[in-house]
């Protein structure tokens, strides 16, 4: 199992640009969650899923958008960079809830 | 005030000491989290525990529900230990976890 990986590592984005970072998971968990982690921050949700078809807003949802039409895809939809969203970004997912495995993140600069 | 508190933020220690990282936590929780985080960036998921203590190896995670703290203890550390060690709970109502801001854990040779 490759578990969870995430695409691109890295990327530097002007302002204003448009991606999609990719997260996928050959586990068939259920649960799946997006990240970010800024430097002397602890990581914070900013979207989750419980199954396909089904997401929510997390703690800090403003600038991103999200689907999961498959089990195993969660890609994360940035339409309007701005500085602000300039982060490490970390995919995971879960079973059951409770332990989560992570992917190796994807460094994002928006300059 | 945050929900998840570690201490200490910064540990430097040398080859073969015995380390201990603390979380304190104010809510309700389901599960507590040790997670480890390496140079690179990927992060690890060490132990996860809901009472009293597991061992994996040189290290040991604690947990005392009524005072609402966890310790990591890594024994005869070892310069390969060098990470962040981040204390995440399960707290969420999505399952989500939340997470301390982590300990910046440096061994010398």
């Known amino acids: 199992n490759a578990g969870v990986t995430q695409t691109p590592k890295f990327r530097i984005l002007k302002i204003g640009q448009s991606m999609t970072l990719q997260c996928t998971q050959d586990?068939?968990?259920?649960?799946m969650y997006w990240y970010r982690q800024d430097p002397g921050m602890g990581l914070k949700l900013i979207y989750y899923?419980?199954?396909?078809?089904?997401?929510d807003k997390g703690e800090v949802p403003n600038g991103y958008n999200v689907s999961r039409s498959t089990t195993e895809d969660f890609p994360l939809r940035l339409e309007l960079a701005a500085p602000s969203q300039t982060s490490v970004y970390f995919c995971?997912?879960?079973?059951?809830?409770?332990?989560?495995?992570f992917g190796p993140g994807t460094r994002l600069t928006v300059t | 005030k945050n929900e998840v508190e570690q201490s200490p933020q910064n540990l430097t220690a040398q080859e073969g000491e015995f380390i201990t990282i603390n979380c304190s936590y104010s809510?309700?929780?389901?599960?507590l989290h040790w997670l480890q985080q390496h140079p690179g960036g990927g992060i690890v998921s060490l132990f996860m525990?809901?009472?009293g203590k597991k061992k994996h190896g040189r290290l040991i995670a604690t947990i005392n529900i009524q005072e609402k703290h966890s310790s990591l203890h890594i024994t005869a550390s070892h310069p390969r230990d060098s990470a962040v060690y981040i204390c995440?709970?399960?707290?969420?109502?999505?399952?989500?976890?939340?997470f301390g801001k982590g300990t910046k854990l440096s061994v010398k040779p």
């Open positions: 586990m068939n968990h259920n649960y």
């Open positions: 809510v309700g929780i389901s599960a």
């Open positions: 995971a997912s879960s079973s059951t809830g409770d332990e989560q495995y």
């Open positions: 899923s419980v199954g396909a078809g089904i997401t």
């Open positions: 525990l809901s009472s």
């Open positions: 995440a709970l399960t707290g969420g109502s999505q399952g989500n976890l939340i």
